[in-house]
């Protein structure tokens, strides 16, 4: 079946580590997105790319880095410079083209905390 | 800059009465309207979207959502609920694609359904 697949699933890391979160879809969709979930403060957009080799910040890049080698794969390095790193992690994609309003569809998501 | 407020923080609805969730949004342009559902420790769901045309929109699971472009508002409705529509609901707004490309979708804070029995 087509979708996003996001692991792991729960991830522990500790003060002053990388860690990186995968992400792949096969859904053929050129956009990828990650997003941050915190209690009480919905979705923040952290990093997007509209094609390969090609990405942009969001609102809260600081301490986050991604790349984008492969169409269906994003990865999201969370650095030890993000000093509030706990949070649930979703990342998503869209078709691209000339049609407005692209729908985004998202994975299940990882947790990460910092131990 | 484009923003989406949902008013309530909570809901409690008991099983077989109707639901109305509230969404505010603040964009200068033509707005793409979505409503997303999420289940604890789960992703996103896509309930229903609205780009154009017809200002009533019909998505899954029996909910619809309706467009009032002089209120910004972008409502979400549900004539009957059900123990399993509990869950965290979540109104966005998207400019599309602009010169630049996509650049996601800005969220409301969500709203948590709360089904009585």
């Known amino acids: 079946d087509g979708g996003i697949t996001q692991s792991p699933k729960y991830l522990f890391r500790k003060e002053g580590q990388n860690v990186t979160l995968s992400c792949e879809q096969n859904?053929?969709?050129?956009?990828m997105y990650w997003y941050r979930q915190d209690p009480g403060q919905g979705l923040r957009l952290i990093y997007y790319s509209q094609i390969v080799n090609d990405f942009q910040k969001g609102d809260i890049a600081e301490g986050y880095s991604v790349s984008r080698e492969k169409k269906e794969s994003f990865p999201l390095t969370v650095t030890s410079a993000q000093k509030n790193p706990t949070a649930f992690y979703l990342c998503?994609?869209?078709?691209?083209?000339?049609?407005?309003?692209?729908?985004?569809?998202f994975g299940e998501g990882s947790w990460l905390t910092v131990v | 800059a484009q923003s989406v407020t949902q008013p309530d923080i909570h809901i409690t609805v008991s099983e077989g009465a109707s639901l109305e969730l509230r969404c505010n949004y603040s964009y200068g342009a033509t707005p793409y309207l979505f409503w997303y559902v999420q289940s604890p420790g789960q992703g996103l769901q896509l309930l229903l979207k609205y780009f154009s045309g017809d200002t009533l929109v019909q998505g899954i699971k029996g909910f619809e959502a309706e467009f009032k472009r002089s209120q910004s508002s972008f409502n979400l409705r549900k004539p009957s609920v059900h123990w399993s529509d509990a869950a965290e609901y979540f109104c966005a707004v998207g400019q599309g694609y602009t010169g630049g490309g996509a650049d996601g979708l800005t969220f409301g804070k969500g709203t948590h359904l709360i089904i009585q029995p």
């Open positions: 998503a994609s869209s078709t691209q083209g000339n049609l407005l309003g692209n729908t985004i569809y």
């Open positions: 859904l053929n969709h050129d956009a």
